[in-house]
């Protein structure tokens, strides 16, 4: 997914009275300056009841930006939570202290429940357990869930290491459920490994695809 270069030459400028306006002498410099962003692909996991799955390698300083796709995500057991968790020791421990926010909105097949709200359950204030990314999935032969994960800047050793998740998911009271949820991993460790696991039993099937973002 690449993104287009803004062009100067086709950029229409309307002068504004008594103001000076100036430009570069060349007049594809503008163009030049700009270099196009893409997703890069680094690996892909596909689950078949597994108890976790963690990329241990790929997170480092080539990106700024990482982004993990959740595909057809479905649980072992009905009503369980995906989660996710860091480390900063190459995977050898997944407890990065965490502080985190939870919103969430889900509206039942019968036309109720509709509703909007923030989840103080599904949020951490300074802790180290797994972030709740999807929540209650239902593991019919149907049942799903799907969403992103976006980690900033995780090589830095001098900021904390910002988080973005949205999801959505067939709930096991027969709902969709949509999870907006943002946090920072309060170290100044580089974040070099993440995991992805149930709040119990497998992950049945499903697959995360890691990339990383110029």
Known sequence: MALNKL???SLNVTP?????????SDPDALEA???????????KSTASSSSTIS?????????????????????????????VNFSADSGSNYNVTKTTTFFRAYHGESGSPATLEYAS???????????????GIKNDDDGTGVGFLH????SSTTFVKHFISR???????VQNFEAGIAGYCNTTSAVDAVQFKMSSGNIDAGTI????IN
Do not use: C, W
């Open 167 to 173: 999801t959505n998911m067939m709930q096991d009271n």
């Open 7 to 9: 062009k100067y030459n």
């Open 16 to 24: 504004v009275a008594n103001k000076a306006i100036s430009f570069d």
């Open 209 to 212: 695809t890691l990339y990383g």
């Open 33 to 43: 300056t700009l270099e196009g962003g893409a997703m890069t692909f680094i690996s």
């Open 151 to 154: 980690l900033f800047n995780p």
């Open 121 to 135: 359950g599904s949020d951490i204030a300074q802790g180290t357990g797994a972030q709740v990314l999807m929540n």
């Open 55 to 83: 990329f241990t390698s790929g997170i480092d300083s080539t990106y700024k930006e990482y982004m993990f796709i959740f595909k057809d995500i479905h649980p072992e057991e009905t009503d369980r939570n995906f989660t």
